[in-house]
Antibody
C-alpha cells in the first residue's frame, strides 16, 4: 500500500524557516517523480514544486522560487521541502504527492507573529 | 495563458448527471487530471490523461476533452460524491497548475 507521511509543520514567525519531510513507503520511491502541493485555509490547491525521480530536474512555482528548496534522499525514501523567508501567505496545509496520483494527509504550516 | 478555469459551483439532485468543466489554453496540448477532495481529507485522483479512470474509482466518473476544455462527468451522482473537484495540468514552461476548484452539491 502506498503511504506518504508528511511531518515538520508548525507555527513559525514571518521571515523564519521550516523544513518539511515526507516519508514514503509501499512503492519504489526512487522510480517516481514527486511534488509538493499546498492549500491555504479555505482555499484551493496550489502546486509548489516538482522533483524528478533522480533529483536532477526541479521546478518551482513563481510564488516560492528563491525561497523554497525541494530535495530527496532515495536511500531513505524521503522527500523534503526547505522553506526560508516565510510569509503569512505561505500559511497552508502542505501535501507531498507521488506524481500527484497518491497524496499524503498533509502537514500544517502557520506563519504568524 | 497558464490558467485553468472552473465554475465555482455545480448542483445536481441525486441520480442526475453532473458535469464540471475546466478551460485553459494548455489543455489543447497537455493532458488533464481531475481530483476529488472531501472536507478534511487529501485529494484523490479520479481521472488522468483526460479520460482514464484509476482502479477503484467508480465507473460513474468519466472524463472527456475537446479543444481547450476538459469535462468531468459524474453519471448518476450520489450523495457521497459531494466534494470539491479540481482539474490539473502541466504548462509549456514545465510548471503545474490547478484549476480554482468546483464545489459539487448533490441534494
Amino acid at each position: 500500500e502506498v503511504q506518504l507521511v508528511e511531518s515538520g509543520g508548525g507555527l513559525v514567525q514571518p521571515g523564519g524557516s521550516l523544513r518539511l519531510s515526507c516519508a514514503a513507503s509501499g512503492f519504489t520511491f526512487s522510480s517516481y517523480e514527486m511534488n509538493w502541493v499546498r492549500q491555504a485555509p479555505g482555499k484551493g490547491l496550489e502546486w509548489v514544486s516538482y522533483i524528478s525521480s533522480s533529483g536532477s530536474t526541479i521546478y518551482y512555482a513563481d510564488s516560492v522560487k528563491g525561497r523554497f528548496t525541494i530535495s530527496r534522499d532515495n536511500a531513505k525514501n524521503s522527500l523534503y521541502l526547505q522553506m526560508n523567508s516565510l510569509r503569512a501567505e505561505d500559511t497552508a496545509v502542505y501535501y507531498c504527492a507521488r506524481a500527484v496520483d497518491y497524496w499524503g494527509q498533509g502537514t500544517l504550516v502557520t506563519v504568524s507573529s | 495563458s497558464y490558467e485553468l478555469t472552473q465554475p465555482s459551483s455545480v448542483s445536481v439532485s441525486p441520480g442526475q448527471t453532473a458535469r464540471i468543466t475546466c478551460s485553459g489554453d494548455v489543455l489543447a496540448k497537455k493532458y488533464a487530471r481531475w481530483f476529488q477532495q472531501k472536507p478534511g481529507q487529501a485529494p484523490v485522483l479520479v481521472i488522468y490523461k483526460d479520460s482514464e479512470r484509476p482502479s477503484g474509482i467508480p465507473e460513474r466518473f468519466s472524463g472527456s476533452s475537446s479543444g481547450t476544455t476538459v469535462t468531468l462527468t459524474i453519471s448518476g451522482a450520489q450523495v457521497e460524491d459531494e466534494a470539491d473537484y479540481y482539474c490539473y495540468s502541466a504548462a509549456d514552461n514545465n510548471l503545474r497548475i490547478f484549476g480554482g476548484g468546483t464545489k459539487l452539491t448533490v441534494l
